[in-house]
Each structure stands twice: as C-alpha cells, then as structure tokens.
C-alpha cells in the first residue's frame, strides 16, 4: 500500500515554514471598517511584549475597509479579497500566510484586552495536549456577554444594541 501523501503537497497546499513568530492574529471583515479599525488598534496597543504578526482578510467589502486597514496599519498583512468567501474560508486561506506557532482568531468587533494574547499563548503552553483554547466575551459595560440558547447552555452573543463587544481571553 502506498503511503498517503504529505498534506504540504496537496495542490492549494503551501509548505508550513517554522515559526518565526508567537503567534499570527487573523481577523476576518466585511463591511465593517470601523469596528476593524479599533480591533487593530486595540491589538497593536495590547499585545504586549508577544512577537506577532497580523492578517487581515477583508471579504470585498464596500465600505472602504480594506482601503482604510492598508492606508491605517501598512505593517499589517491585508488579502482584499474580490468576493465574500465566508468566515471560515477567509480564515482557511489566511491561515495559509501564518507564521506564528499560535494562530488567533478575532472577529473584527474584538477590543483586546492588555495581556489578554499572551495568557492565551500561555494556557496553550502550559498545555501541551490543547489544541485550540477559546477566550470569553464581555460586554462594554464589563458585564459576560451570555444567552441561554433553550437547552440550557450558555452560548456567547454578539454585540447588542450596536455596543460592539469586547472579547477577553481567560
């Protein structure tokens, strides 16, 4: 039997070099420019001393996002995509320019908190068997931003009342 393929090698594939960084931030938007531009701030204000790259993956928006993220955060990797892929495959395929360990997932009305990165990177660290680990969702107000999805568990909401929410990690 002929032993299967190294997943590298697959067409669409790129090679995975080592990691250069910490951790690689991807943040995926459509037509939300303003809230875009503070989580990006809130990043390079907050990520502390982490080495990091981030990558944003603007899904053809019309607002003027991927204009004002390359024109605002020039440092910061932009794929301006001509057509909405979708959450997950905009993340797929800037997962695929990651040069971090670590790969981060933000929404784009994410305003990270201090530190809030690098105790994630650490709860993987401390982790070797963690795969992935998931950070929590509060409100403006400090309050956790909740619901009870009808079956009795607590499921994270988007920003209510146009308050964006503010996504803290442990």
Do not use: W
């Not at 790129?14 to 875009?36: G, K, Y």
């Not at 503070?38 to 990558?55: M, N, T, W």
């Not at 320019?97 to 908190?113: F, S, W």
Request: charged content about 25%; hydrophobic content about 40%.
């Amino acid at each position: 039997p002929t032993e299967p393929a190294d997943p590298s090698s697959r067409p669409g594939r790129l090679p995975r070099p080592p990691a250069e960084l910490d951790a690689t931030i991807l943040v995926v938007s459509f037509n939300t420019r303003e809230l875009t531009l503070r989580c990006l701030e809130s990043i390079q204000e907050k990520a502390g001393d982490l080495s990091y790259e981030v990558i944003v993956a603007d899904n053809a928006s019309r607002d003027g996002s991927a204009e004002a993220i390359a024109r605002e955060f020039p440092g910061f990797g932009l794929l301006a995509l001509e057509q909405n892929l979708g959450f997950g495959a905009a993340n797929n395929l800037a997962s695929l320019h990651a040069r971090g360990r670590c790969i981060v997932l933000l929404n784009p009305d994410t305003e990270v908190q201090e530190d809030a990165i690098e105790r994630v990177l650490s709860f993987i660290d401390e982790r070797p068997g963690a795969g992935l680990a998931g950070g929590r969702t509060i409100n403006e107000d400090g309050s956790l931003s909740v619901i009870d999805d009808g079956r009795g568990i607590p499921v994270d909401m988007h920003p209510t009342e146009g308050k964006p929410a503010v996504t803290v990690v442990l």
